[in-house]
């Protein structure tokens, strides 16, 4: 049996946040590891609190063994650092991330890390990333993970996949993270070491 998923849901004042690309990836991964398309519908399963910004904590395996609600609160983020780990894979988004916090607590002079594997950005530990070049936001073509913030935003046109380097990087004028709880979140004053 393949190890327990998560499906993160952003609630904002009760709504759950772009939820048919969760419910997308849920049933891509359901069918992926464990074999199974019998129907689950995530919004039948939710029932959040109709007030503030909470993070849905979904936990399934072939079926769903827990959905809690925890308020959040976004991660300041002022330095990042590209690390190589050609080995880890993470195309699913599994709930055990010790390998994911481990990589990221051996660099504690980066509140943040971006994972390079065979001379190509990835992502962060937490969220997908993206560059902007002065006109277009590229996001790497090979993501650890297919966020569905960024495949909302590849299907909306305002993002463009490229193979991008550790070289390439200043070529770019902005960066930014995305995932389901930050969207699209630019950051204003980052350093990349």
Known sequence: MAAALLETIRIEEGKAQNLPYHQARFDRSRKALFNTTSPLTLLKHIDPPQNGLYR???????TIESVEYLL??????????VVTDNTLEYCYKYADRTLLNTL??????????IIEQNGLLTDTT???IAFYNGSTWLT???PLLEGTMRAHLLD??????ADIRKSDLHRYTHVALMNAMLGFKILKEVTII
């Open 140 to 142: 790497p073509a090979t």
């Open 104 to 113: 990221l607590s051996a660099h504690p002079n980066a509140d943040e890390i």
């Open 156 to 161: 909306k046109g305002m993002l463009q996949t």
């Open 56 to 62: 849905c904590r979904i936990l399934y395996t072939d």
């Open 126 to 128: 937490i969220a997908n």
């Open 72 to 81: 959040y609160t976004p991660k300041t983020i002022n330095t990042l650092k």
